[in-house]
Structures are given as C-alpha cells and as structure tokens.
Nanobody, 121 residues
Framework: QVQLVESGGGLVQPGGSLRLSCAAS????????MSWYRQAPGKQREWVAT???????GYADSVKGRFTISRDNAKNTVHLQMNSLKPEDTAVYYC???????????????WGQGTQVTVSS
C-alpha cells in the first residue's frame, strides 16, 4: 500500500508564495509521473501541473510562469512552488502519482488527501 500526504498549504495574501509538498510512503518500488490537481468550491477538479520520471514538466495555462513543479526522487517527494498567488488560486490542492509498489508488477494511481490553499487579503 502507498500513501500520498500533502503539506504546505495555508493562508497567504495576493502576490505571496507557498510551497506545497507531497511525500509518498509505503511499499514503493518506483514512481512514474507525479501531478498536482486543485478543486475550488463548487467547481470540478482541474489539472495544475505534472512532472514525469524524466523530469519533463507541463502546466495549466492559468499557472504558467507562476508555478514550478519539481521532484526529489530520493525522498519520493514532489513539490509545487507557487509564486504571485492570486485569489483565483484558492482551492484544495491534491497530489496524484502513478506508483509501482513492491507487491505488484504494474503501476497504480494514488491520490493524496488534499491541502487547503487560500489566497486572500
């Protein structure tokens, strides 16, 4: 079994910064891609950013130039550096990873529990 735990959320003023982290733990053999999604109240969950095992990255247009996704493979952790935050960035941010655990020969999808980010003055 694999768990993803997000941290780093909180309340910040517009223009401020936050760094989210997501640590994978459990019987991990390898991790393929890791992503961040977010869901604002009353809205669908939307994709924010992805980083592959080869460190290729992709971003939603709404966060390009402001957010940076990175990973630390030694710690099985993905980060999301969020700069120039706007009120519309307010949402619960979820970590998503495609993981192969040691008991299986194939990859499975896992979601974290989410961390709240609120951007307000």
């Amino acid at each position: 079994q694999v768990q993803l735990v997000e941290s780093g959320g909180g309340l910040v003023q517009p223009g401020g910064s936050l760094r989210l982290s997501c640590a994978a733990s459990g019987s991990i053999f390898s991790i393929n891609t890791m992503s961040w999604y977010r869901q604002a109240p009353g809205k669908q969950r939307e994709w924010v950013a992805t980083i592959t095992s080869g460190d290729s990255t992709g971003y939603a247009d709404s966060v390009k130039g402001r957010f940076t996704i990175s990973r630390d493979n030694a710690k099985n952790t993905v980060h999301l550096q969020m700069n120039s935050l706007k009120p519309e960035d307010t949402a619960v941010y979820y970590c998503y990873a495609i993981v192969k655990d040691r008991s299986r020969s194939y990859f499975r999808n896992y979601w974290g529990q989410g961390t709240q980010v609120t951007v307000s003055s």
